[in-house]
């Protein structure tokens, strides 16, 4: 096979996953696991988006920085990735951090593994969140790297200005050079050419690597600094280098030519909810079914969804996603994410909730806007989402009305 320009450019380009986060304000889902090994989507984890987007753009060098519950991480990644990065010129690499150690910043992960920096012939240092959920063309984004001479080129996202408040925000001139970063600013600077709206941060770098390694070593000694790349390092970048912003709009796959640009960090109930409610859309912003940016995932050799109609009333099945081996029986499912292995009982009724893989709902149960976590047996006859007072006593209800339910919490109802 002949390799075209872009191939030849993209094998000069290292990529370092950032995956030790613990996401703590996603609650009970991340107790016993890293944020981005959370499922998502039906099917899916969360890491699956960033390292589809790293295959799909033909990115295929990729170090993956582990730390919080970095075993049953590991153990996901080697399982269903390490297939994926199989063959000539690619290859994954997992990193936890050494014995008892650990990363203080996302820039201290990536100074403890300097060594696998400065012994690889890269050109380019590509530094990505494992935890988002979008759907980007990299390579797009190291094209315009390239084209405006840029030591390092920070992705971000248009926002409208009164939101951006929570983001770190890139003031720009009208080249897209960084002028400032402010973190989370009272008063954000808007876009030159879009005074109402904002560039906010994606968390995402496209670093030279000369000067990577060279911010890293110098960090590495300030004891005043936090080691993290949006603190520390991009700030401390700005006034004496050539940093610049990328829209991501330039670069996202899109499920349409005019959808929307699709990107949302799932860190919290509220976020993790919404992001599935968009998935039930009939025209989803981000599309799963996209056979030219394929989603790589585990193959569970599952069978089909089953839909079980014994009392011979009308049941429906309306805007929801229903996972591989469900079985469902005289239930009305509405707005919903139903994952692998879920079971709901007779006459029951969910509706814009997310149920995680292996959950079991009894009969005559009535969810509303809910996440059932992972392997919970909800007994028969809940019903949720109807008395706001007594949700918040049993479950953890986020002030949204997202109503959190644990195993733990349903073996306290007894």
């Known amino acids: 096979m002949i390799k075209n320009h872009r191939d030849n450019v993209a094998e000069k380009v290292l990529t370092i996953v950032l995956a030790g986060g613990r996401g703590t304000r996603l609650m009970n889902l991340t107790e016993k696991q890293a944020k981005p090994a959370v499922p998502f989507g039906g099917s899916f984890r969360i890491i699956d988006f960033t390292l589809s987007n790293c295959m799909n753009s033909g990115f295929h060098r990729v170090m993956i920085l582990t730390q919080y519950q970095s075993e049953s991480l590991s153990d996901y ?3 269903v990735w390490n297939p994926v990065f199989k063959g000539e010129n690619k290859s994954i690499d997992l990193l936890p951090p050494g014995a008892g150690k650990e990363y203080e910043g996302t820039a201290d992960a990536v100074f403890k593994n300097i ?6 012939d890269a050109e ?3 530094i990505l969140a494992g935890d988002h959920i979008y759907k980007m063309d990299y390579a797009a984004l190291l094209d315009e790297h390239i084209r405006t001479k840029a030591d390092v080129t920070i992705p971000c996202i248009e926002v409208p200005r009164g939101e951006a408040t929570g983001f770190g925000v890139m003031h720009t001139d009208a080249s897209g050079r960084i002028i400032d970063f402010i973190e989370k600013p009272a008063n954000p600077p808007g876009m030159p050419d879009n005074p109402e709206m904002s560039l906010a941060s994606m968390g995402i770098y496209m670093f030279n690597r000369k000067l990577l390694l060279e911010i890293l070593n110098s960090d590495a000694v300030d004891l005043e600094s936090e080691h993290d790349f949006g603190k520390d390092i991009i700030p401390d970048l700005v006034p004496r280098a050539r940093v610049m912003a990328h829209r991501f709009s330039n670069s ?10 699709y990107w949302r960090d799932v860190g919290t109930i509220d976020h993790y909810w919404s992001a599935h409610m968009d998935m039930t859309h009939s025209s989803p912003e981000l599309d799963l079914n996209d056979r030219n940016w394929p989603i790589f995932k585990e193959q569970d050799k599952l069978p089909p969804a ?11 099945v309306i805007d929801s996603v229903v996972s ?13 994410m139903l994952f692998t292995r879920v079971k709901v009982g007779a006459h029951s009724d969910v509706h ?7 959950a079991i709902i009894g009969k005559n149960v009535s969810l509303k806007k809910a996440i059932v976590e992972h392997g919970c047996h909800i007994p028969d006859g809940l019903k949720v989402g109807e008395n706001p007072e007594e949700d918040a006593r049993r479950f953890y209800r986020t002030g949204h009305g997202v109503v959190l339910i644990t195993r733990d919490m349903v073996n306290a109802l007894h």
Request: hydrophobic share 35%; with cysteine.
């Open 124 to 126: 380019w240092v590509l």
């Open 252 to 261: 996202c796959v899109r499920s349409s030519k005019n959808a929307q640009a």
């Open 324 to 336: 591989p081996g469900c079985v469902i029986s005289d239930s009305d499912i509405r707005k919903s």
């Open 352 to 358: 814009e909730s997310v149920v995680l893989p292996g």
């Open 77 to 79: 990644l080697t399982r």
């Open 306 to 316: 089953q839909f079980i109609n014994d009392d011979k009333k009308k049941h429906a």
């Open 115 to 120: 060594e696998l920096v400065e012994n690889n």
